[in-house]
Structure formats: C-alpha cells, structure tokens
C-alpha cells in the first residue's frame, strides 16, 4: 500500500490514534498499566484489536489489511500466532487517486462517503485458545447514543490545542480517554472532541495508530465492547489531527452482532 494512503487511513480520527487528551490535564492521568484492559490485542507495528473468544480478536479491516501478511499478534505481552483473517465482504478499501485530490483540494466529502459506506471490521481466528485472559462482551444493545464511552489504545499522541503530526510516533503509552457518543446509527457510533469547559474530565480522543482499538460502554458494573475505533473527520480539525472539534466514528458492534456470530459459529 502507498506510504501516502498508509498514513490517511492510520491517522484517521484524521485512524483513530492514540490517544490524545485534554491541554489542561496532565497526561499523566490518562496514562494506564496494562491491566486496566489485558484484552487489548497488538498489531505487528501499530494498530490494535480485541480479544472477544478464546481464539477470536475483532479489529477495523483497515487496521490490518494494510499488511502483507499477519502471522502473529500480542497479547498480553504474548506472541499469538494466526491461523486465518476474515475481513467483512462490504470492506472498501480507498482508492488513492480519490485521496490525492482530497490532499490536493481539502475537499474530503466523497472521501467522507466512500469511509461511511464501507464495512470496515474483521475478524482474526488465533490458532491456539487464549487462556491466560478474559475474552470482552461485546455489547449487544442499540441504545448507545448519549452514552459514555472510554477508548484505549497506544498510538499517537498530542492535546487538543495543538493536535499532533503524521510523523509522529503510532505506538507509544496505553492511554485511555472518555467521551459522549454524539450519534449512533447503522455501522457507525460518533463522537466530538469537546474542549473545555464543555469536555469531560478525562476527555479524549483517538489518534493515529488506535485503529481496531476498544470503544467501550459500561452496563452495570461491566465495560462492553460497544465499538471499534475507524476514523475522524479530517475537515473537523482544521488541516491538523487530534485539535479540539474533531469529529471521530467508530464501528458499532451492534450493527454486527449476526456477522460476527456467523463466522465464528461457522468454524470447526
């Protein structure tokens, strides 16, 4: 894949990234240890999935199939071989003739369409059970919209004041951040990077290098995998990723809940 179109679809939410914060909170709170989420899967190099059975991870096609091949991914400080990926038939990946004149004009609406069109999950099947940790839920309930969500992940970083750099680096610190869900319909559940003082406490972001990472709700005294983080808006941040007003939609799990039955169900 062109190193160009590479660092589009990885530094969307301009992929999702990691995690980018408030400008007036230090990072330092956003920081976590590993096991505030042992379910978090690494891919080789940046971008992330999740655990959701012993031997299935669920990510966001695009954080994936970039890669010539996937042979292995970490979790838990594990290598885990892979046995098969299975990327959801409606995946579009973006062509990069459409890319080069949304670089060119700034002008990202049929960019925006085909992003929204597109079916961007996949399932990766491991080809041992994981059993050292807990496989997440994944939240089955349609009523995400004005929930709080919390996302993890390690990819870029910056604040919301001044955004952060493609350049930048797309694995660093697991972080997490929370926020309200702005909109939920269909495959897609959005959220806006509100500033101060409208933002939440711990108000946050994704960044480059987040794709495929967890979107969570909390039901009851459990956090579900509502989402999966895909993409933001790049005429939300002015020409810079991660500012304040971006606009960041994630896969919605709900809208997939039969699709990923079905594969997993269809194995031996």
């Known amino acids: 894949m062109p190193r160009l179109l590479l660092l589009a ?18 990072d330092s709170k956003y920081r976590v240890p590993a096991s505030e989420f042992p379910a978090l899967v690494d891919m080789p190099g940046e971008g992330h999935g999740v655990l959701i059975a012993p031997q299935w991870v669920v990510t966001a096609a695009h954080a994936i199939t970039w890669q010539p091949e996937i042979l292995q991914v970490t979790i838990n400080g594990i290598p885990r071989e892979v046995d098969r990926l299975v ?57 995400e919209f004005g929930q709080i969500i919390k996302v993890i992940g390690k990819g870029a970083t910056g604040n919301g004041v001044t955004g952060y750099e493609f350049s930048d680096p797309h694995r660093t610190e697991l972080r997490r951040a929370y926020n309200k ?57 002015n020409r810079t990723p991660g500012r304040y007003g971006q606009v960041s939609c994630n896969v919605r799990l709900s809208h997939y809940e039969d699709w990923i039955e079905g594969v997993i169900s269809a194995q031996p």
């Not at 679809?9 to 230090?26: C, E, M, T, V, W």
């Open 9 to 26: 679809l990885f530094a969307f939410p301009f992929s999702a990234s990691a995690i980018i914060i408030r400008g007036d909170i230090d």
């Open 87 to 143: 990327v959801h038939q409606g995946y579009k990946k973006p062509l990069q003739a459409l890319l080069e004149q949304a670089l060119a004009t700034w002008d990202w609406t049929l960019f925006r369409v085909l992003l929204a069109g597109s079916d961007d999950i996949a399932l990766v099947r491991l080809k041992q059970p994981v059993t050292d940790v807990a496989p997440v839920s994944i939240n089955k309930s349609d009523d």
């Open 181 to 237: 869900v702005t909109s939920a319909d269909g495959r897609w559940l959005c959220y806006v990077f509100d500033a101060p003082p409208d933002a939440l406490p711990l108000e946050g972001g994704t960044g480059s290098g987040d794709s495929g990472g967890p979107v969570l709700v909390q039901v009851k005294d459990d956090w579900l995998l509502a989402g999966l983080t895909s993409w933001s808006d790049p005429q939300s941040t």
